[in-house]
DNA sequence: GTTTAGCACTCGTTTAGATAGAGTGCTAAC
DNA sequence: GTTAGCACTCTATCTAAACGAGTGCTAAAC
């Protein structure tokens, strides 16, 4: 096996030219393609011998003897790594993510969503988006309120306006007093911390605090802990799923099936994206490289999004390893960009 | 024309044999087939007399010359209204779908939804579902909450448990004293009415009343409007997309593409779906019978669901012409009457 | 020593023609 | 009215041949 330093200039312009026609075209290249279209300088004959060495490397495949040559995954991450030049979106894509981007929506979910919308028609790939775990943001508000005799309505609020509330049936009848009463102890204890540091007091205490029926206030606690949960859980967004089957790689019916039926499954998708968020920045998964044996033809390009320092979101798009990696990683980049400063101004105190 | 009175009982005979051998086959039957599959105590040859007749009366098409026939949307419209013998289910279905009805959830969304999705694992094809108009149940509360200096939360509590919020931000300033007078001032104009008789007392009088900032008040009745809109805004829920793929009348890939798109437009199948609302009852929409151009090789049944008699959402399957029409209708019926059921439970008063 | 032209060879793809088979309509007999 | 028989039609399948893209190797040129 030969070193990846020890390729040499000129076997990397070919690699990179090769990669950047098969991309294009999907179809296996040859040393005449390679020559032709592009000015390397060189002949077929010299080229085929670069390949032959490539190929030897574990760069490239042949399909079979008499094709040309396609990229493999170790190739794509060589590309990826050290050969791609970030392509500078066309203006009128700028202007269509900022104006999708800013169009100062006031929910975070919202944004993410039309994130992922515009990344996905721009790439025309698959994309995908979590929405921010918000368990890192402030709590705003909490609220008990009567809906009956005997069912309450508890309901916080989170930086970023998102709205969490459960309904708890009570085992005994309450006043709406106690309820009042409860409430503002909740809210004066609670409001304005961040929801992941946040220590429910007792429900004894809380009773002695408030001369309130303990039974009651348990109760109350369970429906305040579920909308806490509801921070934690983040949801999963999924657009252009149809843009698959634009890619020859997806002619074939039975895999276009197995991978649509995966991408259905939002449990593995969210596992699959949430694995990526362990490191920040932006990733590229290649090939055999993702943990998914359905999806071993399939490249998946990842980001965390954040306020600040944290993440708190993930994003990204799934395409055949065949990708326009430059594309979509500028593409991304760009986006990422902006939902940073965007989910700042709306989860943070304005 | 001839008439379908003029249908003799032989030639249903032998329509009925034809359609449900196709159902099964996706492949044209002939006069062969027909005559020795199916006890008729016929010959091919007199089949093939009759069918000669059918084809001219249009209720069955020949693919091309040397082909058997295949049903036309004639056909199978005259196969469903007189000749379909409605198909007890299975004792492991009804299993099924009881224990997954009778879970006792208590949100009617959830119901709807987990319906939507025995329904299509049931039969195979791709369901959908309208979760319910909660216009016309009553609005059990309606709170207003205070965020922080300039922003409010209204909530609306309806029938079935069903939460819908909205924040608003005021232009002033408002104090916790004037949202609580003018929470419990809308909480006792309004709770405990049908949604869609409320009448919104105008701002003015409500702020001479309570002697509140009319300003205010303006804002946070619009923030009411939302939350009273959102109840008009029903779900669509889809279920079992990828089976669709199973069946050989989707096995070109332009034609997957092109329903899997129309599918993820919700709107689109949000306004085929109300459409069949209208009428209530199970209806059956072959082939051409739907608005789409797009879909005209499939069928659509549909049943709106409700409470008592009004009926607030629906729900149905969508499939190929050549679906299993027996199975899906008693499939169909059985589910409706389960969540009619269910459904009274949780959206009436308890 | 590197590059290139030339050539034989491989192997998948396309094309055309032949074949098989399913199904029909019609006629004549039952 | 029903059925057996037969000629005919048309599609699907199979086969073989031609095609062509691409390779590796060798020997000559730079």
Redesign the pocket.
Known sequence: MVWEDELSE?KMRILKTLIDDYIQTA???????ISKKHEL??????I??E??DL?EMGYIT?P??????VPSDKGYRFYVDHLIQVETLARDEIKKIRSAIELRLNEIDALINRASDIVSTITGYTSFALTPMLTKTVLRTVQVVQVDEKRVLVIIVTGGGVVKNSIVRLNTECTADNMMRLSSFLEEKLSGKIIENIQIPSADFISREIKVDPGIVECVLEGLNVCLKGTEQSDLMLHGTTNLLNHPEFSDLLKVKEVLELLSDKDIIKALISSTMIKSGLQVQIGKENQLGLMQDCSLVTTAYGVGNTDVGAFGILGPTRMSYAKVISAMKYIQKLINRESLRILSEE
Chains 1, 2 share one sequence.
């Open positions: 000129r179809q296996p290249v040859g040393s005449r393609t300088g060189l002949s077929s004959a010299t085929r011998n390949m032959a190929e042949q079979h003897t008499s094709a040309g040559r």
